[in-house]
């Protein structure tokens, strides 16, 4: 039976998404009108289930919500073209986007308009890969794997590379060496953010030691879903579940130590339960395992204070 947990640090929130809940808590708090948000603030379905109950409205589209209304832009970045047709429609627009997103978000367009063709790191689809590709669509190919750049068509301008902030560590190295390969002069901007390179850092470390691991943390959680991967590649087993009523309790059969984070959008609330269940299964040990320290903090963006008004 489990005696000991490995309790990874850093782990959950990080500065993005603790800006980006707190842009909507403030809105919703200080609204008596309702609140519509584009996309999910944070990809966590515990968070967005709870804004839900509180009134939040959350939209896949910018048509779905009543001219002149208010809408919080997620914490994962907007296309240009996104944020015109909110203004064209009068809607009051709160920016939650994650900084380090838009500094991605500005260096794409600079580099599109200095005259390179951009290759975005990134998975296709993702919120984030999305609204950084809307910056230079015509300029812009996303590309995740080292075969997907020798599938490349040829092209005559230079190369600028960038990538998703949440994305492998490990796996986006070998796609930037493939492209290095492919153009030796590719300008290259490998814009993993800290909190998904602290995190990955973390559950190698506790995977090592661990006879199991699990990842709290949503499908479509980009920096949750590496995360369970990083822990398999060490060969430790390893699951991602939303939260304790996903896990089967079979997983702790023939294991001592369990190594337990959670994804950059995760609450720790949804860790205190599974760590007060495995202590009823013989667990008396948990210990921290800290690989870094965060002090990152981001200022809330200048539209609070007007939305409040």
């Not at 804004?51 to 939209?59: K, L, M």
């Not at 296309?79 to 809607?91: I, Y």
């Not at 590309?143 to 750049?149: A, E, K, L, Q, R």
């Not at 005559?156 to 998703?164: D, G, S």
Request: charged share 25%; proline share 5%; glycine share 8%.
């Amino acid at each position: 039976m489990p005696h000991t947990v490995l309790l990874a640090e850093p782990r959950g929130f990080c500065a993005g998404v603790v800006r980006a809940i707190n842009v909507l808590d403030q809105v919703l708090d200080g609204s008596t009108e309702p609140v519509y948000a584009f996309h999910e603030i944070v990809h966590n379905r515990y968070v967005v289930d709870d804004f839900r109950q509180r009134g939040a409205i959350f939209v896949e589209q910018v048509s779905e919500v009543p001219a002149g209304a208010r809408i919080v832009f997620s914490a994962h970045g907007i296309a240009p073209s996104v944020v015109q047709e909110a203004r064209d429609r009068g809607l009051r627009i709160i920016d939650a986007t994650c900084p380090l997103v838009t500094k991605v978000h500005l260096e794409t367009k600079k580099a599109a308009r200095d005259g390179f063709d951009v290759l975005l790191v990134g998975h296709e689809g993702h919120d984030e890969v999305e609204g950084t590709k809307g910056e230079a669509p015509d300029r812009t190919r996303v590309v995740d794997t080292p075969g997907d750049v020798q599938a490349l068509a040829e092209g005559n301008r230079p190369i600028f590379v960038v990538t998703q902030t949440t994305l492998s560590v490990d796996d986006t190295a070998a796609t930037i060496d493939a492209i290095r390969a492919r153009y030796p002069q590719a300008e290259v901007r490998n814009d993993i953010c800290y909190a998904t390179t602290n995190r990955q850092a973390a559950v190698k470390v506790i995977a090592e030691r661990a006879d199991l691991v699990i990842v709290i943390g949503s499908q479509n959680s980009s920096n949750s879903v590496r995360l369970r991967e990083v822990a398999a590649a060490t060969g430790t087993p390893a699951y991602r579940v939303d939260g304790i009523e996903e896990i089967d309790p079979a997983w702790y059969e023939g294991v001592g130590i369990v190594g337990l984070t959670a994804g950059a959008s995760v609450p720790d609330t949804l860790l205190a339960p599974i760590i007060a269940d495995l202590r009823t299964r013989g667990v008396t040990r948990v210990e921290p395992v800290i690989v870094a320290e965060e002090t990152v903090e981001f200022r809330m963006p200048e539209e609070i204070d007007a939305s409040q008004g």
